[in-house]
């Protein structure tokens, strides 16, 4: 299944919405990003708290809320993955100047 939009086929019509969705992706990817490193979560990945809350490095994926909650959630991370990858096909994002800067990993 795809995002409603792509799957659709409604995102030519409202390309604002599709910048809007691909935005959202971008702010909420676990602390890979510019915006999500403004996070408070970034805090908490630094080397000692990932020592002393015993934490491994959390980056690149997607959790349940917001970058801020740090925990990648599998099918969250699946289901984000995929969105970003089909939106990336859009016109609307490929041709969009003010394209939030998501980093290619």
């Known amino acids: 299944r795809h995002p409603p939009i792509v799957e659709s086929g409604l995102a030519e019509e409202f390309p604002e919405c599709t910048r809007r969705a691909y935005a ?3 702010r909420t990817q676990i ?16 080397e000692p708290m990932r020592t002393k809350y015993y934490r491994h490095v959390s980056k690149g994926g ?5 970058s801020a909650h740090g ?12 969105s970003v ?3 990336n096909k859009l016109r ?7 394209r939030p800067p998501m980093e290619e990993q």
């Open 92 to 98: 609307e994002i490929r041709e969009w100047s003010d």
């Open 24 to 26: 959202f992706f971008e």
């Open 62 to 66: 997607w959790p349940f809320s917001t």
């Open 71 to 82: 925990w990648p959630i599998s099918d969250c991370t699946a289901e984000g993955l995929k």
């Open 31 to 46: 602390l890979s990003t510019e915006v999500s490193q403004a996070s408070s979560a970034y805090l908490y990945e630094t």
């Open 85 to 87: 990858l089909l939106l």
